[in-house]
């Protein structure tokens, strides 16, 4: 089946740092992906659609400067957490739609990656 | 906008009995509601789905019911075992590429 890999699974890193979060679909080609943020026992909150070869669209009180999206190809999507700070720790996932054989609104997700901001 | 409801938001079993979580939608536009299930640090996996023009499918232990008329639907697990603990999510997709997540329901089978 259709596979979205998400690297890292987690980091830890020092206030002020960037971290940046990878996600790749393995066997399909995706010109749209999603980034959710997760709270600890909450639901996914849709942060951006990243879409490639233009500016992703950011969900209403997501800052932009703060989370930097490229879609560079139709296999990579990233999300960078510029300057972090400890507020920004959190679980962040993504998903890309329409694997062959699945619809246009089928979502394959990634792994999620824990990102602790010390 | 669509907005989803969803309940339980913690439902406990006894192993062997059946759970069932259920969810409203609002936009009647909605034309896709898949279920997630997420175990504890990873990402959602798909664990079945149903589309407008279907009342109910059903996969070995897990079913899904959907009525359009009264904008819910439904996931029954039926026969739990432990390895069905874990948190469960309904969706609705209603066009435009955006999925709307329930809130979530965690379930604990108890062997």
């Known amino acids: 089946g259709a596979v979205v890999s998400q690297h890292p699974s987690w980091v830890i890193c020092k206030s002020g740092t960037s971290v940046k979060i990878e996600c790749r679909s393995l066997?399909?080609?995706?010109?749209?992906m999603f980034w959710y943020r997760q709270f600890p026992k909450q639901s996914l909150m849709l942060m951006a659609t990243s879409n490639e070869g233009s500016k992703a669209t950011y969900e209403q009180g997501v800052e932009k400067d703060k989370f930097l999206i490229n879609h560079a190809s139709l296999t990579l999507s990233t999300l960078t957490v510029t300057s972090a700070h400890p507020e920004d720790s959190s679980f962040y996932i993504c998903s890309a739609p329409g694997a062959e054989g699945s619809g246009a609104n089928v979502l394959t997700f990634g792994a999620g990656s824990r990102l602790t901001v010390l | 906008g669509e907005n989803v409801e969803q309940h339980p938001s913690t439902l406990s079993v006894q192993e062997g009995d059946s759970a069932v979580i259920k969810c409203t939608y609002s936009d009647s536009a909605s034309n896709y509601f898949p279920w997630y299930k997420q175990e504890l640090g990873k990402g959602p996996q798909l664990i079945i789905d149903?589309?407008?023009?279907?009342g109910e499918k059903k996969d070995q232990r897990i079913a899904v019911t959907l009525n359009k008329t009264a904008k819910h639907f439904s996931l029954h697990i039926t026969e739990t075992q432990p390895e069905d603990s874990a948190v469960y999510f309904c969706a609705a997709f209603s066009g435009g590429f955006k999925t709307i997540f329930g809130a979530g329901t965690r379930l604990f089978v108890k062997a």
């Open positions: 149903i589309r407008s023009n279907v």
């Open positions: 066997d399909f080609q995706a010109t749209t």
